[in-house]
Nanobody, 122 residues
Framework: QVQLVESGGGLVQAGGSLRLSCVVS????????MAWFRQAPGKEREFVAA????????YYGGSVQGRFTISTDNAKTTVYLQMNSLKPEDTAVYYC???????????????WGQGTQVTVSS
C-alpha cells in the first residue's frame, strides 16, 4: 500500500506562485510513476504532470507547460509541483497520484492523495 498526503494549497492572486508537496510513504517503489492531476468544479479530472522519481521523461499537460514543474527531493520521499504565473483557470483541487505506468491517464494510477485546494483570484 502507498500513502500520499498533499499540502501547500491556498489562495493566491493571478500571476503568483505556489508549491504543492506530496509526501509518499508505505510500500513505495523508486520506479513508480508519480503524477499530479487537478479537478475543477463540474469538470473532469485533468492531467497536470508526471514523471518517475528515478529519472527519465517528464510529461506536462498542455495548459501548464512552461509554468509548472514537477520534482522530487534527494530522499525521493516528497514530490513537488512548483506552480508559477498562476491563472484563475488553474483553480482546482490538486491530487497527487502514484502508479506503475508513466501515463497521462488517470486510469493508470492506483494510489491517490486526498487533494489540496488551489484558488487563484483575478
Amino acid at each position: 500500500q502507498v500513502q500520499l498526503v498533499e499540502s501547500g494549497g491556498g489562495l493566491v492572486q493571478a500571476g503568483g506562485s505556489l508549491r504543492l508537496s506530496c509526501v509518499v510513504s508505505g510500500r513505495t517503489f523508486r520506479n513508480y510513476a508519480m503524477a499530479w492531476f487537478r479537478q475543477a468544479p463540474g469538470k473532469e479530472r485533468e492531467f497536470v504532470a508526471a514523471f518517475r522519481r528515478s529519472g527519465g521523461t517528464t510529461y506536462y499537460g498542455g495548459s501548464v507547460q512552461g509554468r509548472f514543474t514537477i520534482s522530487t527531493d534527494n530522499a525521493k520521499t516528497t514530490v513537488y509541483l512548483q506552480m508559477n504565473s498562476l491563472k484563475p483557470e488553474d483553480t482546482a483541487v490538486y491530487y497527487c497520484a502514484a502508479g506503475s505506468s508513466l501515463s497521462r491517464s488517470r486510469n493508470d494510477y492506483d494510489y491517490w492523495g486526498q487533494g489540496t485546494q488551489v484558488t487563484v483570484s483575478s
